[in-house]
């Protein structure tokens, strides 16, 4: 029987990031081929997406979007990594979307906020409640994904 590996704690979290050598700021360029920045095709995202309603919602589950723009490789990729665990789906590099507890969410705000104060740097973590009003009427431009697909709002009717 293999044991699950408990979660990291927001300290440990700090710590990793310290041990990974981010000093004053340093400018490390992104590269398009890290493991963890390769996307999933849009038909998995969206059956990702898609399981969003597949649980019952409690008057406690917010939807909300999780963005970010940083420049650290490591620091990036971690943070990546902590919000898959936590339940956030990826639906672009730098966008997540989750549909959690409002435990969660404040957990996830206050861990990214003590992640942001930890070291020197110029990046930005937005996170954003949305409603379901909203994402159903948010228009994409460019690869179109079927939002009211994501939302199992269209009715089929069998004759």
């Known amino acids: ?5 408990p979660e990291p704690t927001a300290e440990e979290i700090l710590q990793r990031i310290a041990e990974s050598g981010i000093k ?3 400018q490390i360029k992104r590269t398009s081929e890290d493991e ?5 095709s849009l038909p998995e995202r969206i059956n990702k997406l898609l399981s ?3 649980k019952e919602r409690k008057s406690t589950d917010m939807l909300f979007f999780v963005m970010y723009d940083i ?7 971690m943070i990546a990594k902590y919000l898959i665990k936590r339940g956030c789906f990826r639906i672009q590099k730098s966008i997540f979307l989750a549909d959690l507890d409002a435990e969660d969410f404040n957990k996830i ?10 070291y020197d740097n110029n990046d930005s973590i937005l996170i954003v ?6 994402l159903k009427s948010m228009k994409i431009i460019g ?3 079927d939002v009211d697909l994501i939302m199992r709002n269209k009715n089929t009717l069998f004759f």
């Not at 963890?36 to 999933?40: F, G, I, K, N």
């Not at 409640?129 to 909203?134: K, N």
């Open 52 to 54: 969003i309603n597949d």
């Open 109 to 118: 705000k206050n861990d990214l906020a003590e992640v942001q104060a930890a």
């Open 36 to 40: 963890e920045s390769q996307l999933e």
């Open 129 to 134: 409640p949305i409603s379901t009003d909203y």
């Open 71 to 77: 420049a650290h490789n490591k620091v990036r990729n």
């Open 1 to 5: 029987m293999t044991r699950k590996k």
């Open 24 to 26: 004053d700021n340093q």
């Open 143 to 145: 690869q179109n994904i």
